[in-house]
């Protein structure tokens, strides 16, 4: 019996260790640098409005009104979606973290507000691994489709 609970305590210890392992460390590119988000790695794993490569492109998010609304709306659109929360906020920028449901793989997605152009630019990146089957495009999508329904 007692080496059965043994060997059931090191699988779960095991287990823990492996899921804790994928959320990896924050990378040390992240964030405003000379007014930019920082470029996309050669992976697929990537998403920014700032990469002017079809792999890694996609279109920022537009806005009217002042800075300040277009911040709360994209908090409140943010807050409302699963397994995400905001690290880091400032007047003009977001890092949120993003995880996925089964091995709580975490993903990095930043916004940075262009009041002048308009615009918020993404970028959205996986922490781990080489490919993302797509999904920090669709969680940048998804978050243009709430954007474009007023953040509802």
Same mark, same amino acid.
């Given at each position: ?5 043994? %060997? ?8 823990? %260790?492996?899921?804790?392992? !994928? ?22 794993? !990537? ?54 449901? %089964? ?9 940075? +507000?262009?009041?002048?152009? *308009?615009? +918020? ?6 922490? %781990? ?8 495009? *669709? ?12 953040? *509802?």
């Amino acid at each position: 019996m007692s080496a059965n609970l043994t %060997l059931v305590s090191s699988m779960g210890l095991s287990l823990t %260790l492996f899921i804790s392992g !994928c959320s990896g460390v924050v990378p040390a590119n992240l964030g405003v640098k000379d007014g930019k988000l920082a470029p996309c790695p050669a992976t697929p794993n !990537c998403v920014s409005s700032l990469s002017s490569d079809q792999e890694h492109g996609i279109a920022p998010l537009p806005f009217t009104g002042s800075a300040t609304e277009a911040m709360a709306r994209l908090k409140n659109i943010i807050a409302r979606m699963k397994r995400s929360g905001i690290i880091v906020e400032t007047g003009t920028y977001i890092h949120a973290e993003y995880r996925s449901a %089964l091995f709580r793989f975490v993903d990095d997605v930043e916004f940075l +507000i262009d009041d002048n152009g *308009k615009v +918020i630019h993404v970028r959205s990146a996986s922490r %781990l691994g080489r490919s993302d089957f797509g999904v920090n495009r *669709k969680r940048i999508e998804d978050i243009r489709a709430a954007w474009k329904d007023g953040g *509802k």
